[in-house]
DNA sequence: CTGAAAGCGCTAACAT
DNA sequence: ATGTTAGCGCTTTCAG
C-alpha cells in the first residue's frame, strides 16, 4: 500500500492565459510559442516555454479541437476484444497510433454488426479516422461511415472503403499440401460464422486447393468461433469419418483436441488437426497445434499507417502483398493417418 | 467484397444553427429539445427533432466539452492488452462505460511504470476520470494523477485513492491446504515482477499459509510473469527438489508444465503445479490447470462502477469483500506426490 | 515579432 | 416557452 502524505487539491486547471499573463505576453504568443516555436523570438519563446514548465499547463484538448477542427483522436471497433485473436491487434494499434500522437477510442461491437454500426457513426464524430476491424456490416453502412469520416477496414477487402486484407492462399494452399503429403484425402473443414468474410475466403481456398490436390472436403458448421465451438465440430468431424479436420480458427481446434481427448482419440495418431490464425496458445498446447498463421502485428501496423496516411495526406504506405501472406507452421497436431480408420 | 455503388461526398457537417435555421428556431431551443426536451413545447419539440433527423445533425463533441467541461469519455490504462488476463478486464470495462454513455480511451504501457505516468499525465487532461489496472506507478505519482482528474485504481490496494483491490487469502489457502491435503510438504513459488503489488500480496499469503501448514516453501524468481518465464521456473523448481509449484500465474503455469513435458516430467504424477489467474485458456490445456481463480469480471464491474459513481457524486457502490475474494479451482494438474521424488 | 479580435459549436444564464 | 448574449480555451487571421 503506497504511503499517504497529503497532496494538493484539485485546483482549476491553468489555462493559456494564465501562462501569458504570468509570462507578461499575449495569449497568440504562447500559443504561437507551444505550436510554432521558430516564429517566436527566442528570448520570448524560452520564457515563456520555463512559464508553461512552472504552472504545469496542458492545453485543452476540446478547446483545441473545437479551433482545429481535428480531435488528435482515433477509433479503434472490433469483435471482441478479450478474443485471442483481436488483442494483438488491438494492442499494437494502440502502439502506433500513440507514437503518432493520437488518442484513441476503443468499442467491442461483442460480434454483433449492429452493435458495429451503431458504434462506428457514434465514434465518427469524435474522431479524426477510425479502423474497422473485421466489421460484419454491409459494405452500405461501410460507405456510410467512411463518409462521415476517413475509415480504414482491417481483415476485410472492401471495393468502396481503404482495407488491408490477408491472403489466405499461400497459408491453406500450405496446409492442404502438408495433409495431402502426409496421406490424407478426406478431410473436414470446421466454418466460422457464415456472415464473415474471413469465414468465405477460408472455406473457398480450402475449397479450391482440396479440389486441385484430389482431396475430398467435408463442410461442416457453421460452428461458433470458440472454444466450446470446436466440441461439436470434432464430433461431427468424427462422425463425417474424416482423417484430418480444418478448423475455422485456433480456438476450434483448441475445442477440437479437447473433446477428440475427452473421446480417447489421439491426435495426430488418429486424427489430425490444423488451426488458423496462430494465436499465442497455439504454441502453448501439448501437444502444440499445427496451424495456418496470420501476420496480425503486420496486419494491425499497416491498417495503423494507413489511416495514419490518409489523415497527413502522404501517400498511403501499403505494404506488399507478400507481408500479408498467410503460412503453416507446422507443429505436432498433423501426422500420417492410422489405415484402419480410412 | 462489398458493392461499391456511389456514395455522397462528405460535406461539411451540419451544425447547431443549421438546424436552427431549418426549423426555424434559434439554436438554443434546438439545445434545449435536445437536452431538456421537457422545456420545450411539444409541438415546437417534434418540428426540431424531425429536423435534427432529417438533417442527420450530430452535436460536435468538443464543443460541447468545452461549453460543458467534461468530455463524455474516461480513460483506462493497463499494462498489457494482449495479456490474456487484462484483456476480460478490458472488455468488461469498455461495456459498462459504453453503458453510462461515456467513450473509453484505452492505453497501454507495455509493462513499464514511467510510461504508465506518462500516459496517465496525458490522458488526465482528455478525460472524465480514469482507471488505472493494476499500477505500478509510486503512489506519490497515484496521488499526482489523482489530484488532476478522478482515478480509480484496480487491482492495488491504496489508500489515497479509491481502489478496488483482491482478497488473495482465501484462495492462496484453499490452494495450500489442498496440496497439504495430497501429502505435499515441500514446494515451490514462482515468483512475479519484484515491484508488483499482486506479487508482493501473493508471495505474502503462500508464506503465511504454508507456515500454517507445515509445509516448507521455497522461493524462486522473480521470473517474467510470461510463458517462457516458466521455463526457468520449472528448472530452477525440480532443482529444489519440491513435489508441487505455486506459480505467479497461469501463463507461467503453462510455461512450467511446456518445460515440464519436454524434460519428461509427467504432471500431475511426478510434479503438481498450481496457476493462478485462471485465464481462459487455463481450463483448455491438457491437463487442464489447477490455479488460484480471480474474478475479474468483478473487478473490472466494480472499478467503471466505483469511478462512475464518483462522477455521479452518488455513493459508490462497492462490491461486498466476498465477491472479491480468490478461490481454488481444482483441475487435474495436481495429485499425490510419487513417494520416490520426496 | 507580437497583440487584438474573431470564431470554432455548443450551453446556460438572462431576458422577454 | 423561446430568443439573445456571453463565454468555454484555443488558434489564427489581421494589424502594427
Excluded at 74 to 99: C, T, W
Excluded at 198 to 206: D, E, G, I, K, T
Excluded at 260 to 272: F, I, Q, Y
Aim: aromatic share 6%; glycine share 6%; charged share 20%.
Amino acid at each position: 500500500m503506497d504511503d499517504a502524505t497529503e497532496v494538493p487539491e484539485a485546483s482549476r486547471p491553468v489555462t493559456i492565459h494564465m501562462v501569458a499573463a504570468s509570462a507578461g505576453v499575449s495569449a497568440s504568443t504562447v500559443s504561437r510559442a507551444l505550436n510554432f516555436p521558430e516564429l517566436v523570438k527566442p528570448g520570448t519563446r524560452e520564457r515563456v516555454l520555463e512559464t508553461v514548465e512552472r504552472l504545469g499547463y496542458q492545453p485543452n484538448r476540446a478547446a483545441r479541437s473545437l479551433a482545429l477542427g481535428r480531435t488528435a483522436s482515433l477509433g479503434l471497433i472490433v469483435p471482441d476484444i478479450a478474443n485471442p485473436f483481436f488483442a494483438p491487434f488491438v494492442k499494437v494499434v494502440q502502439a502506433r497510433v500513440r507514437e503518432a500522437n493520437y488518442a484513441l477510442f476503443l468499442a467491442d461491437t461483442d460480434e454483433d454488426p449492429s452493435t458495429e454500426v451503431e458504434l462506428a457513426l457514434a465514434m465518427s464524430q469524435q474522431v479524426d479516422g477510425l479502423i474497422l476491424c473485421s466489421p460484419r456490416m454491409p459494405g452500405r453502412k461501410l460507405r456510410t461511415i467512411a463518409a462521415k469520416t476517413p475509415v480504414v477496414v482491417a481483415n476485410r477487402l472492401s471495393r468502396s472503403v481503404p482495407s488491408i486484407a490477408l491472403d489466405f492462399g499461400p497459408g491453406v494452399q500450405q496446409a492442404v499440401a502438408h495433409v495431402h503429403a502426409l496421406g490424407h484425402r478426406r478431410c473436414a473443414y470446421l466454418s466460422g460464422p457464415g456472415g464473415s468474410w474471413s469465414n468465405r475466403q477460408r472455406l473457398r481456398a480450402f475449397t479450391a486447393h482440396c479440389e486441385s490436390y484430389g482431396i475430398e472436403l467435408v463442410v461442416l458448421g457453421p460452428y461458433e468461433p470458440v472454444f466450446s465451438g470446436g466440441y461439436r465440430g470434432a464430433d461431427e468431424a468424427l462422425a463425417a469419418r474424416v482423417t484430418a479436420i480444418f478448423a475455422y480458427n485456433d480456438m476450434v481446434a483448441l475445442g477440437v483436441m479437447s473433446r477428440l481427448a475427452d473421446r480417447g482419440v489421439r491426435v495426430p495418431d488418429e486424427m489430425s488437426v490444423v488451426g488458423f490464425d496462430d494465436i499465442e496458445v497455439a504454441s502453448m498446447t501439448s501437444p502444440p497445434l499445427t496451424t495456418v498463421a496470420i501476420p496480425v502485428d503486420t496486419v494491425a501496423k499497416a491498417s495503423a499507417a494507413l489511416l495514419l496516411s490518409l489523415l497527413a495526406e502522404t501517400t498511403p504506405q501499403r505494404p506488399a502483398a507478400q507481408e500479408l501472406a498467410t503460412r503453416l507452421v507446422i507443429r505436432n497436431t498433423t501426422g500420417v493417418p492410422k489405415e484402419d480408420r480410412i
